[in-house]
């Protein structure tokens, strides 16, 4: 049986909502290569400086040590590493009330959304980080795409809360030219995350 | 900033976190080999790296679960005796004993690890049905 085989076999026993500690440790044990970069990546953006004190690895290691000891249930159907993937970002701190810093949510990973199981906005905690580093995350990534209207107006669309049909009629893209241009902010998010400057 | 305020920013930034989260793990292995390759990453060794971080996990998780079972062996230890009164208790489970003949045989077999005396085990047996609550703590069989 091939990784990947692995993986989907121990997603698609329906006889409970959660994925079992075995079932768990055995689809992590089958992780491709692939699937550790994802989760690299993700673990790169949610513990960058300013957002996280921890590093990528911790939340990496933290995520891993949670999901195994049970602390963490995987809904069955979720894929693994997605769900390892939100289970780093309910590690990532929030804001506190009184100091500004470092609440923890234990449940943004069972808040899971088609088709890849990703946190949706309406359930998620509404305090993520302090307000000055979310406007100032906001204000870097915009001018990313310094020069890069259509790029950064899709961004700018998107964190407003523009839903994509909607976002790509203003745009005036066709599918195509928008998952294209869509593709290409993730990656440069991505890469202004992973290069760990604030 | 107003209330307002404060909550916009924190939902553009969990709006930028669905954005990245989405593509990330919806895109085909393929397109992510092609990205990675493109920046240079060595995808394999990230995955040994993924592989070592998953070993780690496991070792510590297996650490803390041996620690929680010294732990409650440890507090069962502490506990003290249950009160029975061994003999009218050691006549009860004679007497369950005796109206459970097969189970009787297993027991006693399990009980001294196929070797010994019954009488040997009584102790431990009398420990056990009292804890199932098949004899009460005064020595009394609750199936009586």
Redesign the interface.
């Known amino acids: 049986m091939s990784r990947r085989d692995a993986k989907s076999a121990v997603s698609d026993d329906p006889s409970s909502d959660t994925l079992s500690l075995e079932e768990i440790r055995a689809a992590i044990d089958g992780f491709s290569d692939v699937d550790w970069l994802r989760i690299k990546k993700a673990a790169l953006h949610f513990s960058f400086p300013g957002r996280c004190h921890h590093e990528w690895e911790d939340l990496r290691n933290e995520a891993l040590v949670r999901s195994l000891d049970g602390r963490r249930k995987c809904p069955r159907g979720v894929s693994v590493p997605t769900f390892i993937g939100n289970v780093m970002r309910s590690l990532t701190p929030e804001v506190d009330p009184i100091d500004d810093h470092v609440l923890r949510s234990d449940d943004v990973e069972f808040q899971q959304e088609e088709p890849s199981g990703v946190t949706s906005l309406a359930e998620t905690p509404d305090s993520l980080t302090s307000n000055l580093d979310a406007k100032r995350m906001i204000t870097t990534a915009i001018g990313l795409f310094e020069g890069e209207t259509i790029a950064q107006m899709l961004f700018a669309g998107n964190v407003d809360g523009m839903e994509g049909q909607e976002l790509r009629d203003c745009l005036e893209l066709s599918q195509t030219e928008f998952d294209s241009k869509r593709k290409f902010v993730r990656r440069r998010l991505n890469a202004h995350f992973e290069r760990r400057t604030p | 900033?107003t209330t307002d305020?404060?909550?916009a920013?924190?939902?553009?930034?969990?709006?930028?976190?669905?954005?990245?989260?989405?593509?990330?793990?919806?895109?085909s292995?393929e397109e992510?080999?092609r990205?990675?390759a493109e920046?240079g990453?060595d995808?394999?060794a990230?995955?040994v790296?993924?592989?070592k971080?998953?070993e780690?996990?496991?070792q510590?998780?297996g650490r803390?679960?041996l620690a929680l079972v010294r732990q409650e062996m440890s507090e069962d230890e502490k506990k003290s005796p249950i009160p029975v009164d061994r003999e009218k208790a050691q006549s009860e489970v004679n007497a369950i004993l005796a109206r459970n003949r097969e189970m009787s045989k297993k027991l006693t077999m399990a009980a001294r690890n196929e070797a010994g005396e019954l009488s040997d085990d009584m102790d431990g047996i009398l420990d056990d049905f009292v804890e199932l609550g098949a004899i009460a703590q005064g020595g009394k069989d609750k199936d009586a």
Not at chain 2, 9 to 27: C, E, K, T, W, Y
């Open positions: 900033m305020g404060k909550k920013a924190r939902d553009q930034v969990v709006r930028m976190d669905n954005l990245i989260m989405d593509d990330l793990f919806s895109m292995d992510l080999l990205e990675a920046n990453i995808v394999a990230v995955g790296e993924g592989q971080a998953f780690r996990a496991q510590i998780v803390n679960r």
